[in-house]
């Protein structure tokens, strides 16, 4: 479950450990569950909250742009590989070709000259 605030995560994890955590989501389960919040929620933790949800956000962008970066690499190693054997097959045909036809003029039998008219 996500926790956000104003447009930005501010905590992240399960009921169990948002409850365990004395943050935004304890504090709203608390409101509208139970009669009263417990003194010890203060600003000083909704903000350690915050910072904490940043960090976490940056680690996923982080992870996100590795991600995307190894991506990027497979799909060009990928087409290089597809290239070279595009080339080597093409380089292969060429070669049979021209044995094919090295074969073809040896097995035919020379031309005649024209015998000029006296």
Request: no cysteine.
């Amino acid at each position: 479950m996500l926790v956000m605030n104003q447009g930005q995560m501010v905590q992240m994890g399960t009921h169990e450990e948002l409850l365990a955590q004395e943050g935004m989501y304890r504090k709203l389960f608390h409101k509208q569950f139970l009669t009263s919040i417990p003194a010890e929620l203060t600003v000083e933790q909704d903000i350690r909250d915050v910072r904490r949800s940043k960090q976490i956000a940056q680690v996923q962008a982080a992870k996100k742009a590795a991600a995307e970066k190894a991506a990027a690499e497979k799909a060009a190693a990928e087409k290089a590989a597809a290239e070279k054997a595009a080339a080597e097959k093409a380089a292969a045909e060429k070669a049979a070709a021209e044995k094919a036809a090295a074969e073809n003029a040896q097995s035919q039998p020379p031309a005649k000259a024209p015998i000029a008219a006296e």
